[in-house]
């Protein structure tokens, strides 16, 4: 649904992850990792608790340095580059942290302007400027730019990491749980102010997550982690069609695994789908 309508023989391959290994001593967690996404192209992550999302994330942004594989960005591997290439490369991401991690001792418009005040060095009161927009562009006044995180919903904590993780106009952007805590009228939001950054700005998006509905709304194409690898990859469409056993199971909610398990998990199915219906209606 995010994908640019460029011909597809002009598209560009955006990252390209090749076999790809991590373990933390005898926990193999990364056992052969590949997907590639194109420009302008959004993949969702799904996988349960545990399976190697985050791990999986922190690897592809330099976070953790892979035991084994390739990572491609924009053809280049930055396993093979050296510190400065890859701070370079690191330039083209953002990052929408897991429960937003703003930095408490700052004020919004800090936080958001973070890379651009510190890293960058722009004047403040450029970077003002630009926080204006993203705080507009996120659904936020500009009034909060002076108050601390510790005075903002948990919503609006969302939206300003969202608004940090777009203020550089990155090429990249990487959504770490986006939704997870958050009642289902903001997820809906967060889901809607994912698909428009990342067409804003042209931008390809990964997006780790166990919430289907969100996986749902903002995928181009989907991939499901578990043990290690990614044991399916589809179409954002294809999800429900699909017979793999593991990604029914997982769509049908892991959790219904009781003796009439069958019953149970066609409701959740169901019950998946219309909320990601009910969230598409309520953020119209
Ligand atoms: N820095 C680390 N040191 C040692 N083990 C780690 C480290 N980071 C992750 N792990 C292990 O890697 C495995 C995968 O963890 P990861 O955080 O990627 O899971 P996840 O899929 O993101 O789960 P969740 O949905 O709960 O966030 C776990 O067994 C975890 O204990
Ligand atoms: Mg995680």
């Given at each position: 649904m995010i994908k640019n309508k460029k011909d597809p023989s002009t598209k560009k391959s955006k990252i390209q992850v090749i076999d790809l290994h991590k373990s933390f001593g005898k926990n193999h967690v990364l056992r052969g990792i590949n997907f590639e996404i194109e420009e302008g192209e959004s993949l969702v992550v799904l996988g349960g608790s545990g399976s190697g999302k985050s791990v999986l994330l922190k690897c592809v942004i330099g976070l953790l340095t892979p035991d084994k594989g390739q990572i491609l960005i924009d053809g280049q591997d930055v396993l093979k580059m050296n510190t400065r290439q890859q701070d370079e490369v690191r330039h083209k991401f953002g990052m929408l942290f897991q429960g937003a991690a703003?930095?408490?001792?700052?004020?919004v418009w800090r936080n958001i302007g973070f890379e651009l005040l510190y890293n960058q060095k722009l004047s403040a009161d450029k970077v003002q400027r630009i926080v204006r927009q993203k705080l507009k562009a996120v659904g936020?006044?500009?009034?909060?730019?002076?108050?601390?995180?510790?005075?903002?919903?948990g919503g609006m904590q969302k939206r300003v990491g969202l608004a940090r993780a777009i203020a550089s106009n990155p090429e990249i952007i990487f959504f770490d749980e986006p939704t997870t805590g958050l009642d289902p009228i903001m997820c809906g939001v967060i889901d809607k102010l994912i698909v428009q950054s990342l067409r804003d700005l042209n931008a390809c998006g990964i997006t780790i997550t166990h919430d289907i509905a969100t996986a749902r709304f903002v995928a181009d194409k989907i991939a499901m982690l578990k043990e290690g690898k990614l044991v399916w990859t589809g179409k954002s469409s294809d999800l429900e069609k699909t017979k793999n056993s593991i990604v029914k199971e997982f769509i049908n909610g892991h959790v219904h695994k009781t003796d009439n398990s069958s019953i149970k998990a066609s409701k959740a199915s169901k019950k998946a789908l219309e909320v990601a219906a009910k969230r598409r209606e309520q953020t119209k």
């Open positions: 703003l930095f408490d001792s700052l004020t936020l006044d500009d009034r909060v730019m002076e108050l601390s995180p510790a005075e903002l919903s």
